[in-house]
């Protein structure tokens, strides 16, 4: 069973930074790839940034310039750094590991940018 656990959400202002976090049980190379996703009240679930096993990235256009997704290996550890943030982006954040089709979903993280 995939298990996979989102920390570092919280309360920033806006132009601040965070760096989420996602710990994976198991190798987070073994699946196909790993995502962060978002969903803000009343909108649906957006991807943000995913990066796939051999290591390419892919971002939003919302995002491009501000966020960067990177992971540690040893660790099982996918990151989200997230920089210039906007009171747009403020949202429930997933952490997403696809591998053949499945889908896993970690419990989401609260990130609120104050303006």
């Known amino acids: 069973q995939v298990q996979l656990v989102e920390s570092g959400g919280g309360l920033v202002q806006a132009g601040g930074s965070l760096r989420l976090s996602c710990a994976a049980s198991g190798s987070i190379i073994s699946y196909n790839a790993m995502a962060w996703y978002r969903q803000a009240p009343g909108k649906q679930r957006e991807l943000v940034a995913g990066i796939r096993r051999g290591g390419q990235t892919n971002y939003a256009d919302s995002v491009k310039g501000r966020f960067t997704i990177s992971r540690d290996i040893a660790k099982n550890t996918v990151y989200l750094h997230m920089n210039s943030l906007k009171p747009e982006d403020t949202a429930v954040y997933y952490c997403?590991?696809?591998?053949?089709?499945?889908?896993?979903w970690g419990q989401g993280t609260q990130v609120t940018v104050s303006s």
């Open positions: 997403n590991a696809e591998d053949w089709g499945l889908d896993y």
